[in-house]
């Protein structure tokens, strides 16, 4: 046998074996989708790892072919709905399956179908067991769809498998999520316009909407009941103040059942809004609770200060300037502030004009903050999260670095000085903070100052999302000359600080003062940062480390390879602490998992809830927890009346449930506090407490009857207090 007929027969058992692991790794990565015609499912998951008792989020994923679609919960006239049946490992829990808002199809022969297109997905809550099996654990759906296009009609079927490791979670598929969670429809809230059911004729039920634009599309798709379909929906002629009526016709004549379904508000294909109401809800739904819809009396018992009114813009304004003025005195702003008060001190001597324009720099850093922040506002009114800048890990590690250098800088550590040809230009600028550093100084303090949203600021930044791209704009100017305001009269005015001690050694002594305070600064922030893991901890303080030493490196002024090794040691510290550390998800509390389902079964029992949100970054949520919620009179009063305490979490991004009840109570920024009393359909949304106020408002509960829970109730009490 010649080496070159051996050498053949080799290369061949080669690719032989090459292309079977290549079937396999093919076989072994497609067990989590299947496509079937004209629809492929995906079995997707929000978790990298499964941690115990920490739920996570798993969806099928339904990607249509151009000309195909598949059906709603409810299909319509004939077709079959879309069915998901969840194949857990014991003692895993599945909550209720969320669906996406369809589109109402009329398909020759005048048959209507609630329908999907394009692409879907079908997602719910998986909760596991306080103890997981070893090894991976696999989590299977079988998923079931009838798929048409204009001629045909065939059954789609597939198994799908999906194994995730035990251990520590991070985020996946995030982007998935949040694109069908945002278009899942809301079941906690009525909608923000008055929907009024009419039950009274035989053969027939009809939906009477009004609060709506006339110019914008409404919709109502029912809930299936057993053996009963309703017809085709009519719409009357639409009023000019946007009134309508959508009116089923009911072929086996039972109106009086208590018929459920989403009414949806935007046209096909754009941004749609939906909201689960319920005929047995009452003969009117109340509007989405929101700050401004807070009766004036409630509003002013339980905080102090009344909320902005919607109906002045003038008022927002002057609100959102007294919230800009607010902030300066806010716990994380105050050290800032002092150290400002210290570099105008520092320069008492110079020039009035020059002092006047330091100022005018640090008033356009903090503008140019706030104008950014109304351009994110503007073009992404849905998504803004106020109080972003300590959510994300990222920003938030960055934000650490800088506090730690600056209050390095202050203790003398390093300073920034020039030499060679460009001392005599730019090294008087950087001793004396030249306009660029008064610039980026209004930047920072701004970034500071937003970590604790101020009572009046909330309002005015809640109103905001509603409003148009001017009145956005308006609305942040008028926070931002709130917030200037001090600096500006300081430097206009530098005769003013002449009440202010004369300079000398007491200033150096301050300097280093602040700069301890700026490491407190650090430390609080860090403490926030610790909430991700020990891994992040342990990567971020090696980090700092790494960032101190760069910082005396940089401060001895030796040779010009000192310099580039303090400038490099930071890069190399980051990749070798950080990088796959730092955004480790913070584990999720038990008060997260299901708030929006608490909520409802509390109200159902008929039991009083409270809500605060909170996050550990903000420090009004701390002291309003420490002065107010945790004080004995207020404890003492929801144990008498058996008041559901519910704790929501927004430290982290990675909670969307959180975001959208915010959002859903015209709220974008923190503390908040929901007050559902029974018996009203409206709750109390605030901004801020008093002990007496709440007290108030908690006396006004009946106190329950001495009795035995039923096993719903006990549900419900079930939160941590």
Not at 353 to 377: H, K, Y
Not at 612 to 620: E, G, I, L, S
């Amino acid at each position: 046998m010649s080496p070159f007929s051996a050498l053949s027969r080799t290369a061949r058992l080669l690719i032989a074996v090459v292309c079977g692991l290549l079937l396999l790794a093919s076989a072994s990565a497609q067990e989590n989708t299947a496509t079937v015609r004209a629809v492929t499912a995906t079995l997707l998951a929000d978790t990298t790892a499964i941690e115990p008792g920490k739920p996570f989020t798993v969806g099928v994923r339904f990607d249509i072919d151009p000309g195909w679609d598949i059906y709603w919960q409810f299909a319509g006239d004939i077709a079959m709905p879309t069915k998901l049946q969840w194949d857990l490992p014991p003692g895993f829990t599945a909550g209720p399956l969320q669906w996406p808002l369809p589109d109402a199809h009329m398909a020759d022969g005048d048959i209507l179908g609630y329908v999907y297109t394009g692409q879907t997905m079908l997602f719910a809550q998986i909760t596991p067991p306080a103890q997981l099996p070893s090894g991976p654990v696999p989590i299977k759906a079988k998923a079931s769809w009838q798929m048409c296009d204009a001629q045909r009609c065939e059954q789609g079927d597939a198994k799908l498998a999906l194994n995730l490791p035990p251990g520590p979670a991070q985020p996946a598929n995030a982007d998935v999520f949040n694109k069908w969670r945002a278009q899942a429809p809301t079941a906690t809230f009525a909608p923000p316009f008055a929907v009024k059911w009419d039950r009274s004729k035989d053969k027939e039920f009809s939906l009477q909407i009004k609060g709506v634009a006339k110019d914008t599309p409404v919709e109502f798709f029912p809930f299936p009941m057993p053996g009963l379909k309703p017809g085709h929906p009519n719409i009357n002629a639409i009023a000019d103040d946007g009134a309508r009526t959508i009116t089923f016709p009911l072929e086996d004549g039972k109106p009086n059942l208590p018929w459920r379904g989403v009414v949806v508000t935007g046209k096909e294909g754009g941004q749609r809004e939906g909201w689960i109401v319920s005929a047995d809800a009452g003969a009117a739904a109340t509007p989405a609770p929101s700050i401004a819809s807070t009766s004036t009396a409630a509003s002013q018992t339980l905080s102090g200060p009344p909320a902005a009114s919607k109906g002045s813009l003038l008022w927002t304004l002057f609100i959102a300037f007294v919230g800009g003025l607010i902030m300066n005195i806010m716990p994380c702003v105050l050290p800032v502030i002092t150290l400002k008060i210290y570099g105008f001190v520092n320069q008492a001597g110079e020039a009035p004009g020059r002092v006047f324009r330091l100022g005018l720099a640090f008033s356009g850093g903090v503008f140019a903050f706030f104008l950014t922040l109304a351009v994110f506002m503007a073009n992404l009114r849905g998504a803004f999260n106020w109080g972003y800048q300590l959510q994300n890990p990222y920003l938030l590690a960055t934000v650490i670095s800088l506090v730690f250098l600056f209050g390095l800088s202050l203790l003398g550590v390093f300073e920034v000085a020039l030499t060679g040809g460009a001392t005599s230009t730019l090294g008087e600028l950087s001793s004396k903070e030249g306009y660029g550093g008064a610039f980026l100084h209004g930047l920072f303090t701004t970034l500071l100052g937003t970590s604790c949203t101020a009572p009046f600021l909330g309002a005015s930044l809640s109103y905001a999302v509603t409003q148009s791209v001017p009145i956005i704009f308006l609305i942040f100017i008028a926070i931002a000359t709130g917030m200037c305001l001090p600096y500006f009269l300081l430097s206009a005015h530098p005769a003013w600080m002449r009440f202010l001690p004369k300079p000398g050694m007491w200033m150096e002594r301050a300097k280093q003062v602040m700069g301890f305070i700026m490491l407190a600064i650090a430390a609080w922030l860090f403490g926030v940062f610790a909430g991700r893991g020990p891994d992040a901890v342990a990567g971020m303080s090696w980090f700092l480390v790494i960032l101190g030493f760069a910082a005396w490196l940089f401060g001895l002024h030796g040779h010009w390879i000192t310099r580039v090794a303090a400038l490099a040691l930071p890069i190399a510290g980051y990749w070798f602490f950080l990088d796959g550390n730092i955004n480790a998800a913070k584990p999720a509390e038990a008060s997260n998992a299901g708030i929006e389902q608490r909520i409802n079964a509390a109200r159902a029992a008929g039991v009083p809830v409270f809500i605060d949100f909170t996050a550990d970054w903000c420090p009004n949520c701390k002291f309003y927890e420490k002065t107010v919620l945790r004080s004995d009179a207020i404890q003492t009063k929801f144990r008498e009346k058996e008041v559901v305490f519910i704790k929501a979490d927004w430290t982290n991004t990675d909670d969307p449930e959180v975001t959208r009840l915010l959002k859903s109570y015209g709220a974008v920024g923190i503390p908040l506090y929901v007050f559902y009393r029974p018996g009203e359909s409206q709750p109390l949304v605030k901004e801020s407490l008093t002990k007496s106020g709440l007290l108030e408002e908690l006396d006004k509960v009946k106190s329950p009857p001495a009795k035995s829970l039923s096993s719903n109730e006990k549900a419900a009490k079930t939160a941590e207090n």
